[in-house]
């Protein structure tokens, strides 16, 4: 099983709210990613690091923002949360090696709402 | 233009019958093909990981396998179980650049009925 972990889970909040979704991995991955997922969609790319003090942006545009300060943290930020960030955000890591051949271990995944 | 199209969207099948989903794929150069299990409310996890030499790969009752000459591969479920209900991601990777880009599907639904 992996150690990776989300949270919160689930997160009901109203426009305009700033929200930060917490990603943690204990496995020493340098690589981290974030997902959205819409139900009955692909997963898309949002953001992602190589390593400490390492952010870059994804293929889909988003409005959040990301930090990479410690090797097991990589939180994403809201600062003013729209209807539209409805969705489900899924934070991943991988091993060592090749990007395109390391195994992705994904967290549970923080379902937000913005009323 | 990369894409990964999988088949059926959705499939409802009885507790201990076989079925097959499918993946067909355009990304090129092709890398790997992975089979992910999302349960409802869930992240998804790895089921196999094929490389372009890897025709056949199996992970307990779940095979995976690969044409990469026709761009398809399959994933058979034998013997299927209620916990097999969980959507099935295909994700293909390319080999094209130092980030080796990730391609996903939408997935297939499964469910599977008493």
């Known amino acids: 099983e992996a150690d990776i972990y989300q949270t919160p889970r689930y997160l009901v909040i109203g426009t305009g709210k700033k929200i930060t979704l917490e990603c943690s991995q204990t496995?020493?991955?340098?690589?981290m990613y974030w997902y959205q997922q819409d139900p009955g969609m692909e997963l898309h790319l949002i953001h992602y690091s190589y390593g400490v003090n390492s952010t870059e942006k994804g293929d889909l545009s988003s409005e959040s923002t990301v930090s990479r300060i410690r090797t097991e943290h990589f939180p994403l930020t809201l600062e003013s949360a729209r209807p539209s960030h409805t969705s489900q955000y899924l934070c991943?890591?991988?091993?060592?090696?090749?990007?395109?051949?390391?195994?992705?271990?994904f967290g549970e995944g923080s379902r937000l709402t913005v009323l | 233009k990369n894409q990964v199209e999988q088949s059926p969207q959705s499939l409802i099948i009885l507790e201990g019958k076989n079925c097959t989903l499918q993946?067909?794929?355009?990304?090129?150069?092709?890398?790997?093909l992975r089979w992910y299990k999302q349960d409802t409310g869930r992240g998804p996890v790895s089921l196999t990981i094929m490389t372009f030499s890897e025709n056949t790969k199996s992970n307990g009752r779940y095979t995976a396998t690969l044409d990469a000459d026709t761009k398809q591969s399959s994933l058979h479920i034998t013997a299927s179980q209620l916990s097999d209900s969980a959507s099935y991601i295909c994700?293909?990777?390319?080999?094209?650049?130092?980030?080796?880009?990730?391609?996903f599907g939408r997935g297939t639904q499964l469910t599977v009925w008493p």
């Open positions: 496995m020493g991955h340098d690589k």
């Open positions: 993946c067909n794929y355009t990304v090129s150069p092709f890398s790997n």
């Open positions: 994700v293909v990777s390319d080999r094209g650049s130092t980030l080796g880009r990730l391609y």
């Open positions: 991943a890591s991988s091993e060592p090696g090749q990007e395109s051949t390391g195994e992705l271990f």
